[in-house]
């Protein structure tokens, strides 16, 4: 993590060094990258009407004219993480399932898709509508498990778990966070694993053996 003076000595490189460069060549995807890249700096330093207002100004009109839809939906995404950082989670909402999702799908990029789903359930789960929030992570969890990544399957694995848990299905619960916890331990993230076992002997210490198989069906 960088600290308050490293984050203005890389934003004075972004803005007097690296951008008139590209603003110079007429290189406008590189100019909207280094946007991008300054807008990026705004949000660790916690200034978020700034970020929003170079994501929108700056960024993405230029993938727009491009026509490169790809970063222009992760710039959609990008805003919508604004959005939640301001606590306006019905417009974050709308931004993932209309302008982010759909793209994702189109294009069959299945990992962007699940981390979709998994922001999708943040918004859910805040807005207290568990319905759809236990559809999204679901949704995310059998991508992940399609395309075994690890950081994916315990992340979302974690979160699935414990919502199995809530709608009162320890079984199934416990064969996703022992896949969630298989994928902690590769990534040798043991505060995980120590979360995991203590759901487990909590909730999932008395299950049925035989528990409904999960797949990425």
């Known amino acids: 993590m960088m600290h308050r003076g490293q984050f203005d000595e890389a934003l004075k490189i972004r803005t007097e060094k690296e951008l008139p460069v590209y603003q110079k060549l007429g290189d406008i995807r590189e100019e909207a990258i280094c946007h ?8 660790q330093r916690g200034q978020f009407d700034e970020a929003l207002k170079i994501r929108t100004e700056k960024e993405l009109p230029v ?7 790809r970063s222009e939906a992760v710039t959609h995404g990008e805003i919508a993480d604004i959005m939640m950082q301001r606590g306006e989670f019905d417009e974050a909402l709308k931004i993932r399932t209309e302008k982010e999702l759909p793209v994702y799908q ?9 981390t979709v ?5 943040d918004i859910y789960w805040h807005k207290e509508e568990h ?6 992570i679901e949704k995310a969890f ?8 690890a950081d994916g399957l315990s992340v979302v694995g974690f979160k699935f778990g414990q919502v199995l848990i809530s709608i009162g299905q320890p079984a199934a619960a ?4 022992e896949i969630s916890r298989q994928a902690a331990e590769k990534l040798e ?3 995980q694993v120590e979360a995991i076992d203590k759901i487990l002997a909590e909730h999932c210490s008395d299950v049925a053996e035989d528990a409904p198989e999960l797949t990425g069906e």
């Not at 991008?36 to 949000?43: L, N, Q, S, V, W």
């Not at 993938?63 to 839809?69: N, P, R």
């Open 36 to 43: 991008g890249k300054i807008a990026d700096i705004m949000m």
């Open 63 to 69: 993938y727009q004219k491009l026509g490169d839809i």
């Open 106 to 114: 189109k294009l069959g990029d299945i990992r962007e898709e699940a």
């Open 117 to 121: 789903w998994n922001n999708l359930f």
């Open 131 to 136: 319905q759809a929030a236990a559809e999204a």
């Open 142 to 149: 059998k991508l992940v498990v399609q395309l075994q990544v």
């Open 174 to 177: 416990s064969k996703v966070l």
């Open 189 to 191: 993230d043991m505060e």
